[in-house]
């Protein structure tokens, strides 16, 4: 890919929040970025569509009264033009292990794009359940960006996309992995870019339920975890590599690829 690279950017968290700001400005610089993004916040939609959604011009490009994949579907079909590669994020929170990727509405942009054929990355920056929730800012974007950015310029002529369809990106608080204190007690860049490591989703999953006078409140128990000197998660997934300061990039393809079983061939041959 040249310069003159086409790229669509999306998200979930709107197309006002500080993260696509960040990808919007690392991207302009090698590629002519058109935006369609939510119109406001759409976190955990999955693949939802709307189908007839209201658009509106925004500064950044299109702002859409719809969904993360009413978005894909309108930037690569209608208000093109169409795109070498979909960004999407960066996503304030990460969106780790194999259970959230079917949740998360900056994903599913991804998968979104992946069945148009379109390669994709998804971006997420992971915030300590600790501080959850907090009001993040563009700068502290920037190295995932920078990773962003970085794949997008390379992965596709180094033939990535032949065999992934889409890439997952998780990265930990730059002030985690890549600050240091100087003598005087700030907080300083260090040169050091955060490692990037290819990671598989974690299967860790940890949720239950509670009912009190009638309402069911449900419990995401692994954020928790992301906290603990005992994370179950093992080397070379996702969850481990942020808790380790780690830029990860797992690999993977649209949802619902199909396997034979013998068991399975068996049942319908006697059906």
């Given amino acids: 890919m040249s310069d003159d690279r086409e790229i669509l950017l999306t998200n979930d968290d709107g197309i006002d ?3 696509i700001r ?4 690392a991207l302009s610089a090698v590629g002519n970025v058109t935006t369609v993004a939510p119109a406001d916040d759409q976190s955990a939609v999955g693949r939802a569509m709307t189908y007839e959604v209201p658009v509106r011009e925004h500064e950044l490009g299109y702002a ?3 969904t993360p994949s009413d978005c894909v579907v309108a930037g690569l079909a209608e208000l093109g033009p169409y795109p070498d590669i979909v960004v999407s994020g960066c996503n ?8 959230v990727l079917g949740r998360s509405g900056t994903v599913s942009a991804a998968v979104e794009a992946a069945f148009f054929g379109v390669p994709a990355i998804a971006a997420s920056l992971h915030v300590p359940q600790s501080e959850w ?3 993040t800012e563009p700068e502290e974007y920037a190295e995932v960006a920078e990773a962003v950015r ?3 310029e390379r992965a596709p002529d180094a033939g990535v996309f032949e065999n992934a369809e889409y890439l997952n990106v998780n990265a930990p608080l730059p002030s985690e992995a890549s600050a240091v204190e100087d003598s005087g007690g700030g907080v300083v860049d260090t040169d050091q870019r955060t490692p990037m490591v290819v990671t598989r989703p974690s299967h860790v999953y940890d949720m239950d339920a509670t009912e009190e006078d009638g309402v069911v409140t449900l419990h995401d128990n692994t954020w928790g975890q992301m906290e603990d000197d005992n994370l179950p998660d093992p080397e070379g997934t996702d969850r481990r590599a942020v808790y380790e300061g ?3 990039v797992s690999p993977l393809t649209a949802p619902h690829t199909t396997e034979h079983h013998d068991a399975l061939d068996e049942l319908a041959e006697q059906f």
């Fill in 17 to 19: 929040s500080p993260g």
């Fill in 92 to 99: 304030e929170g990460a969106n780790i292990g194999a259970y």
């Fill in 64 to 66: 859409v009264e719809g």
């Fill in 150 to 152: 970085y794949l997008v």
């Fill in 246 to 248: 780690k830029i990860s």
């Fill in 133 to 135: 929730p907090r009001d």
């Fill in 22 to 25: 960040a990808l919007y400005d």
